[in-house]
């Protein structure tokens, strides 16, 4: 057989695997033409084998219309061969339509991998977009073709995609409805099976527990005209969310190693996976076989619902779970060398390529076989292990329970086959004790049920529970534990002979528990029946009845919702829930009550509420509650709030659900916030309680900080109640009531304090100080006594000092509880006393501390060298003083440090450091006089050696001398036997300063050789004497010989350079120069004439003949005349320099002193020449240099350069020959002098040059003005908040800008006149446009300041809606005007702005429009009320803006009514009732005025309601004085007035008709008789009434 070719087999073994229902032969592969040009034509891209019933079909394109097709493709254009297959051909399969199978591709492989984020961004989201379009098409397709089949339902999000296509694209809207409906309860389901990814195992119950509420929801949903939803569908869904479980388990367990982790791991996480499996099933149960069997709207017909899977999963955790049990309690009993020789640590290995947890038909032979392989592997385990399990049941079989509780402990090894035939005998014994316990258990209920009744709590299964449910929890506890017992039986002992015979006894007992649970229900059934049936006590709720009732007898509140229904309720569900049928009368009793019972148990809390409260509260709290108590019971008696009527109209009842449910909200809340009143007021009560204890155990002298801070706290309580709106009135009790325990307290710690006083002040701290010789404290005894009573007083004031929490209204005025703190002092003044006493003692021992430091300071009084120097003189002094001074230094030490007198400590560190510093200078002034004298000693003999070796030593060079030394000889000779005692002396002094100080005087060991040698001197010194006077005759001689040589050689060199034939008019460095020549030469001179006196003065001294003095005589008369001459020039030379060295900018203003110098030396040349009888050549020399200066100081005043630029400097500096460079701070006055010939020549010129700079300095400052005052004039800005309180900067202060740009306009103006103004044209047309431009935005900017400021507040408040925007729009670009104002306030940056002309232009216009429209609207408001005219625009715009403020109306309305003061409003403050005068009077009106936005319209009803009442009331009193039952307290002043002005008309056309004028003025006047003789005096001047009245028969009076 030949080999095939792998490119043809590929293909071949591909198409087979997914034909399996057609066949194809490889032949026909290798004959099929397009196969081959596929895999050797390298164009050809693409394979489709479509895969049908008839065949296998081979095409180059995809096939339409085939079922199934498998696709192969190139991924580059290249022939295929049999290496590059796996790299170039990829394979698909299109299984379903195109769309489908792209879908699924999208969906399953690509979008999860890509989405993993290795990917960019983009791409995600195209693939996202992809998969979610084609997810769509492909539902809608399947919805198309299917409809709502569940086929295609795979998880929860396809079901809610299903009803969405549904709602989506059906065209009736019933359809669409049922959809929405059911995706509110479908979409909460997915919710929570998504917050699965984030639970764990233990938290899950809850999750299954919503989502069975939401299953109970989705089931119970019924549509309008709509088909519920389908029990199939509703199985499919079950099983789905079934699925999505086990998906769960299986994630949150595939982190565990069921078969290596620690068996409580395992063990744990196993049960808790087990629980969520139970917990599904069950709650599967409970729907499909009792919440859904029972709902009759749409009852669950089939079968309940098992969810496979979730069976089998479940069935599989807990195979694994009870293989884990059965290795660990092997483990358990087999011994460590046991387990060793079993190999029970490979026990798993069968499972070790079984994944456990993946249940399903395919891997359940797997698992089956592993298992299989671990039983084989565990019998002979089970051998060893039967034998100990034998034994230890053994040893217990005599304790049934325990027995019962081992074999339940080991029934997974207990139920092995191998085990359990070892145990029979162990096992018959259980069963026989467990018959015995089934018998016991069958009596107890016998006993216990044998003429049971109802009502006595020997069965008692629960607190709170009705009688009947805890029968039947009994009874179904014992049934449960019967049912538990045969369980367990049944598998550990289900093969014995015995066990159908307890199986019986079990079933018997639970046959008559069952019957008895019955009996006992239908009797509940029968008793309810007839308590419904009852008509004078109706069970069920009367739904016309009323909710509650107050009782008038006794107080309380009763609800008609009897606790007998309550029961019922519980009985019912409970009942219901056990599985028991109830009557529909009894069911539909149960649901109305059901319905009501949260407002029944709401109401009976009320009820309760209200007839406890008053126990609740605090007495001295009732009074801050009062108003929400009030308002509470105001709730109850009327429940219907704003109804008016009486009796059973004002009463809510059961059978309006939305009052009652609003009453119920009103009641709560008055409840509530009653509650909260009352729990927030006791916690404060309690609060404060705590401080105030807390108060009675802190010092009220020591710790007054924690009292203020304990006060402080209780106060803020109190006051933050006042601010949440308690009445300050209202808490006055409760203020009092802690006034009271503060009272308490603060006595308490006053008498503590009182007892303790002096000990306990504050501590005041003293020094013992040393001070001027006097021992003293620190501070000042009077000053510690008047702290000590300062303090002792500001204690014993603080009762009349310490404020209460119950303050008084006024300073002025105390309330009467604060003098009860006051009251302290009074009633333990007799304390007093004993304190003052103690405190005149405790001062008596501070003085005497004193006394103890006296002896101590009293060195401190002498001058202690002094002392010593005339005390101490011997060794022996200074030794014995060394030792008394160390002693009294111990001594000292020992002093206390501080010294306690009760609550003054005395400090004495101070007074140590004194003495210390005593005895320490003592000590040092002994050191030093022992030094001292020590060396006053050395210091003498020192003296004395150094003295006569000095002496000695020196060689005498004169015959003075040789006398002196010769003197000196003998005065030494005499004074040697007085020195040397000393030596001896100072040798002890040395020795004891060495032993204390530890230091001498070191000089002392070498005196005695210098003593030695002073010794030798004297010997030898009258042979120094003779030798040394022949050597003195001898250099006399030379000495006489040196001076004539160098007298000679100094008269030829003053002969050859003395000054002569010097030009004296121009070489003046040369005149300079034989100044300091004959300087030199005088030197010289002085040293030879110095000689020349000291050899006369030897020659004199040894009898020698002295050189000639002609020479000496004739050179000092020469170089006098020199000296005298060059000597006045230099002089000269000296001033003028000194005045030239002057830098000319501070020389110019002085010129007046040259020219003071030049006459002065011009004087004195002049008297020179006089003196001398002729002119020389130096004084000529100077006079010409005098007048050479003198002649150019009038010139220099034009080039003083006061007003010169350096334009002009730089001119000056051209016409004088300076250079251009030259700095004028830099320039001297030499500079000017050496020019001065120009100077003179260009005199003209520099004048000229001088009036040009003065101009332009002129223009040049006002121009630099102008800058500085653009550099600094900022606006003045104020802060100006709006209508909505945003701050914004205003300018003030426009007089002072407007002046300052007027002013500098004007000087711009004055300057164009000037001359010289060409020059700076440019720079002023520019200041001139900035100051025109800067005027405009000024005057603009001011008037629109002014309009705006008018308008905002108007347009703030929502006037002229119209023009609302308009000045919007202006209102905005100003703020931005202005806040660029703020941040630039300079003027001159409005001349930056762009446009800011035009800008300011508009916005004036705009606000002027504004103005426009707001006078118009005034003027129409006046119109239409003309009252209006009698007030300004501000006040009518506050009206319009604020006309239902009750406040706005009263401020204003006097000014439009003259007689009207001020009125009254309702409670709600929306209508006005009454007007008032401004004496008091009070008019209430016919009909209430109604406040509303339309000001004019309820102004004008007021005046015309106003007419109309007074018009009413003028004819009320004039029929009431007709009648005689006129009173001025009825009426205002006014209407009394008109009606007495009526009746007087009236009576006096009666009187002329009658003729009975006198009688009528009789009666006028014993009227006006009764008016003045009516006494009224005003109690205080708060008796309005009186004063009324008073002002009423003034005026009646006046009238008559």
Not at 223 to 245: F, N, Q, T
Not at 539 to 549: E, I, P, R, S, V
Not at 841 to 848: I, M, S, T
Not at 1332 to 1340: E, K
Request: proline share 3%; glycine share 4%.
């Amino acid at each position: 057989m030949s080999q095939r070719d792998p490119r043809y087999e590929f293909i071949f073994e591909t198409v087979t695997k997914y034909s399996t229902s057609s066949s194809v032969q490889f032949e026909e592969v290798l004959s099929n033409n397009n196969v081959t040009k596929f895999l050797d034509d390298p164009t050809t891209m693409l394979l489709a084998c479509g895969i049908n019933p008839k065949g296998v079909s081979m095409n180059l394109n995809v096939a339409p219309d085939a079922d199934k097709q498998i696709v192969f493709y190139k991924n580059r254009a290249i022939h295929v061969d049999d290496e590059n297959i796996p790299s170039v051909i990829s394979v698909t399969s299109i299984l379903d339509t195109p769309t489908q199978a792209l879908y699924n591709v999208i969906n399953k492989v690509y979008s999860p991998m890509i989405s993993s984020g290795q990917y960019d961004p983009k791409v995600q989201k195209l693939i996202s977009q992809l998969e979610s379009n084609l997810g769509s098409i492909v539902r809608k397709q399947s919805h198309q073709k299917f409809g709502e089949k569940v086929d295609d339902v795979q998880s929860i999000t396809d079901e809610i995609e299903c009803w969405q296509l549904t709602g989506s694209s059906s065209h009736k809207l019933r359809d669409r409805e049922r959809a929405q409906a059911f995706l509110e309860f479908l979409v909460p389901i997915k919710d929570e099976i998504n917050s699965l990814d984030s639970t764990r195992l233990d938290q899950s119950i809850e999750i299954m527990e919503r989502i069975q509420d939401h299953l109970d929801d989705l089931w119970k949903q019924v549509v309008d005209s709509g088909k519920p939803y389908g029990e199939s569908r509703m199985a499919h869904l079950l099983d789905v969310i079934g699925m999505h479980w086990i998906r769960y388990i299986q994630r949150e367990l595939s982190t565990l190693e069921v078969w290596s982790e620690s068996y409580h791991v395992v063990r744990d996480t196993l049960t808790a996976a087990l629980g969520v499996c139970d917990k599904y099933t069950s709650s599967v149960d409970m729907l499909t076989q009792q919440f859904w069997k029972r709902y009759t709207i749409q009852p669950w017909i089939g079968e309940k619902f098992v969810c496979s899977s979730m069976t089998m999963f479940s069935k599989r955790l807990d195979e694994i779970l009870n293989i884990r049990v059965v290795h660990e309690q092997l483990i358990r009993l087999l011994s460590s060398q046991e387990q060793q020789q079993l190999h029970t640590d490979d026990a798993f290995k069968p499972f070790a390529n079984v994944n456990a947890l993946y249940c399903n038909p395919y891997t359940q032979p797997v698992w089956i076989t592993a298992v299989a392989q671990y039983e084989k592997g565990l019998m002979p385990a089970e051998k060893k292990i039967s034998g100990k399990l034998k034994k230890h049941f053994h040893d217990i079989e005599a304790q049934p329970h325990q027995l019962l509780r081992e074999f339940q402990r080991y029934k997974e090894l207990v139920v092995r086959p191998s085990v359990r035939t070892e145990l029979i005998a162990e096992r018959e014994t259980l069963l026989a004790q467990l018959l015995t316990y089934m018998k016991s258990l069958k009596d107890e209920f016998t006993k216990r049920t044998s003429g049971y009744n109802r009502g006595k709590e020997q069965n008692q299964a629960g607190k709170n529970l009705p009688d009947l449910i805890n029968i039947v929890v009994w009874a179904r506890q014992l049934i449960a534990r019967v049912t538990d017992t045969m369980a367990t039986a049944t598998n550990l002992l289900g093969d014995l002979q015995g066990y159908h015979d307890f199986k019986n006894e079990c079933s018997q007992v639970n046959l008559e528990m069952s019957n008895f649970m019955k009996e006992q229900v239908s009797m509940w059934i029968s008793e309810v029946e007839d308590l419904l049936s009852d008509q004078n006590n109706p069970l069920a709720l009367q739904m016309g009845g009323k909710l509650m009732d107050l009782s008038h007898s006794d107080g309380t509140l009763k609800v008609f919702y009897s606790e007998r229904l309550v029961s019922l309720l519980r009985e019912v569900r409970q009942l219901t829930a056990f599985g028991f049928v109830i009557p529909q009368k009894i069911q539909k009793v149960a649901n109305t009550a059901q319905k009501f019972y949260r407002h029944g148990v709401v109401l009976k809390q009320v009820a309760n509420f209200y007839n406890s409260i008053d126990e609740q509260m605090l007495e001295c709290q009732k009074l801050m509650m009062l108003d929400s108590a009030v308002a509470f019971e105001e709730t109850i008696k009327n429940p219907k709030q704003g109804v008016a009527g009486k009796g059973d109209t004002m009463q809510i009842t059961w059978d309006n659900p939305a009052e009652l449910e609003s009453y119920i909200s009103r009641l709560q809340s008055a409840a509530d916030r009653l509650t909260i009143e009352n729990r927030k007021l006791r916690k404060c009560h309690f609060d404060i309680a705590d401080k105030v204890v807390g108060l009675m155990g802190v010092d009220l002298l020591r710790q007054q900080s924690r009292w203020k801070e304990s006060l402080n706290d209780v106060r803020g309580i109190m006051t933050t109640l006042q601010q949440q709106g308690f009445s300050s009135e209202n808490m006055k009790p409760w203020r009092l009531h802690w006034d009271r325990q503060l009272y308490k307290a603060l006595e308490h710690q006053y008498q503590m304090g009182l007892e303790n006083l002096n000990n306990n002040l504050n501590e005041i701290k003293v020094e013992i100080v040393y001070r001027q010789g006097q021992l003293g404290f620190r501070p000042p005894l009077e000053e510690i006594k008047s702290k000590y009573y300062r303090e002792m007083k500001k204690f014993l004031c603080i009762p009349m000092n310490f404020k209460g929490l119950d303050a008084p209204l006024s300073k002025s005025k105390e309330s009467k509880e604060q003098l009860i703190f006051s009251s302290i002092i009074d009633l333990n003044a007799s304390s007093f006393y004993n304190v003052y006493t103690r405190s005149e003692a405790q001062f008596q021992k501070l003085v005497e501390v004193l006394d103890d430091f006296k002896d101590w300071v009293v060195l401190g009084n002498v001058d202690l060298e002094q002392l010593i120097g005339e005390v101490l003189d011997d060794v022996q002094d200074w030794e014995l003083n060394f030792k008394a001074l160390k002693q009294r230094g111990r001594d000292a030490e020992r002093l206390p440090n501080d010294i306690k007198i009760d609550c003054i400590t005395v400090s004495t560190t101070s007074i140590k450091a004194t003495i210390d510093d005593h005895i320490q200078r003592l000590m040092d002034a002994l050191l030093v006089t022992l030094r001292k004298s020590a060396i006053a000693d050395v210091g003498i003999i020192d003296k004395f050696i150094g003295k006569g070796m000095d002496m000695l030593s020196a060689r005498p060079q004169t015959v003075e001398e040789v006398g002196a030394a010769k003197k000196q000889h003998s005065q030494l000779i005499a004074e040697k036997p007085a020195i040397q005692p000393l030596f001896k002396r100072a040798d002890n002094k040395n020795r004891l300063l060495r032993s204390v100080a530890g230091g001498g005087v070191d000089q002392l060991n070498q005196l005695q050789a210098r003593w030695d040698k002073l010794e030798l001197l004297l010997e030898s010194h009258e042979l120094m004497i003779t030798e040394q006077i022949q050597v003195m005759k001898n250099n006399t001689k030379a000495h006489i010989e040196a001076f004539l040589s160098k007298l000679n050689k100094f008269a030829a060199r003053w002969e050859q350079l003395k000054p002569k034939n010097i030009d004296m008019d121009g070489d003046k460095h040369a005149c300079e120069k034989a100044v300091a020549s004959v300087k030199e030469r005088r030197l010289e001179f002085n040293e030879v004439l110095d000689e020349y006196k000291r050899v006369v003065s030897e020659c004199e001294h040894f009898d020698m003949p002295a050189p000639p003095s002609t020479d000496i005589e004739s050179l000092e008369a020469d170089i006098a005349n020199q000296e005298k001459m060059w000597g006045l020039f230099e002089e000269f030379q000296n001033d003028v320099n000194n005045m030239a060295k002057e830098d000319w900018v501070s020389f110019r203003g002085n010129l007046h002193s040259l020219e003071d110098l030049m006459m002065s030396w011009s004087e004195r040349a002049r008297n020179e020449i006089k003196s001398y009888g002729e002119p020389t050549a130096i004084l000529v020399r100077i006079q010409k240099e005098v007048e050479k200066v003198a002649n150019v100081v009038p010139y220099l005043k034009y080039v003083r350069g006061d007003s010169l630029s350096q334009n002009h400097w730089v001119e000056l500096y051209r016409l004088i020959g300076l250079p251009r460079t030259t700095d004028i701070a830099k320039l001297k006055v030499a500079d000017l002098l050496a020019v001065s010939d120009a100077i003179k020549d260009n005199v003209d010129a520099l004048k000229e040059l001088n009036s040009r700079a003065q101009g332009e300095v002129s223009i040049r400052e006002a121009l630099t003005e102008l800058e500085v005052w653009g550099a600094g004039a900022v606006f003045t800005l104020t802060s100006y908040e709006d209508n909505s309180n945003v701050e914004l900067k205003l300018i003030k202060d426009w007089k002072d800008v407007l002046t300052q740009v007027g002013d500098n306009q004007s000087l711009l103006q004055s300057l164009k006149d000037s001359p010289y103004f060409k020059g700076f044209a440019d720079k002023a047309a520019l200041w001139e446009t900035r100051l025109a431009n800067l005027d405009d935005y000024l005057h603009n900017l001011n008037q629109i300041q002014r309009k705006w400021v008018f308008l905002e507040p108007i347009f703030g408040r929502g006037a002229l809606p119209k023009e609302q925007a308009r000045f919007q729009r202006v209102d905005a670009e100003y703020r931005k005007i202005m806040e660029g104002v703020a941040k630039d306030p300079r003027l001159l940056s409005l001349c930056n702005l762009t446009s800011l002309s035009e800008k300011l232009s508009n916005i004036l216009d705009q606000l002027q429009r504004c103005q426009k429209s707001l006078n118009e609207f005034l003027e129409e408001k006046r119109s239409a009320f003309p009252r209006f005219y009698f007030i300004g625009d501000d006040d009518l715009l506050e009206i319009l803006g604020q006309s239902t403020n009750p406040y706005v109306i009263q401020s204003h309305l006097k000014k439009l009514f003259a007689g009207i003061y001020s009125v009254s409003f309702s409670k709600d403050s929306e209508n006005i009732i009454s007007m008032q005068s401004v004496d008091g009077e009070n008019v209430t009106l016919l009909t209430p005025v109604k406040i509303h936005e339309q000001v004019e319209v309820w102004l004008s009803s007021l005046t015309e309601q106003m007419k109309m009442t007074l018009q009413d009331m003028i004819v009320s009193c004039v029929g009431d004085h007709r009648s005689g039952s006129a009173s001025p307290d009825k009426y205002p002043s006014q209407v009394l007035g008109v009606a007495e002005q009526i009746l007087f008309t009236e009576r006096c056309e009666e009187a002329l008709k009658g003729g009975d004028i006198k009688g009528y003025v009789k009666e006028l006047e014993s009227q006006l008789d009764a008016y003045t003789s009516t006494e009224i005096t005003p109690t205080n001047t708060n008796d309005r009434d009186a004063v009324v009245l008073q002002i009423k028969l003034r005026a009646l009076i006046l009238d008559k």
